[in-house]
């Protein structure tokens, strides 16, 4: 029984999956090319609402977004590492490509991106910049 239970363990993905060293690079540096770059070519981690449906590939889960109640400006949040979500948004988290953030980003009146919002090198950017550099 224990076997089975380690088998299925193991398709979890692992904590050092939801990672992006090459944007965990870039932010660092600074180097919004480079950022672009490795949101264009790699993937990121997102914050979601309620994860997919493990046994559904199709089921991708709810994004989670954070709406200003004030001017109901709606923003992206972003992480080079799932490690630097803060623990005061939902618990899930989902790794996308830039296919995915691209038509995300084109179909949801997003007004902000936030990349690493806590740290440790936080980033800002209009989805205008992002799905031009997505793009290029």
Not at 38 to 54: C, D, F, I, Q
Not at 61 to 83: H, I, M, N, P, Q
């Amino acid at each position: 029984m224990a076997a089975k239970k380690a088998k299925s363990d193991s398709r979890k993905p692992a904590p050092e999956d939801f990672r992006s060293d090459a944007l965990a690079a870039a932010l660092e540096k600074k180097d919004v090319a480079a950022v672009a770059l490795a949101l264009r070519h790699g993937t990121t981690v997102v914050p979601l609402v309620k994860p997919g449906a493990r046994d559904n590939p199709l089921d991708t889960g709810e994004v989670w977004t954070y709406r200003d109640a004030k001017t109901g400006d709606l923003a992206l949040l972003l992480f080079s590492d799932a490690k630097n979500k803060p623990d005061n948004l939902p618990p899930g988290v989902g790794i996308y490509t830039a296919d995915w953030l691209r038509k995300f980003l084109a179909t949801h009146p997003i007004t902000t991106v936030f990349l690493d919002i806590a740290g440790p090198h936080p980033m800002q950017a209009s989805p205008e910049e992002l799905l031009k550099a997505l793009d290029a």
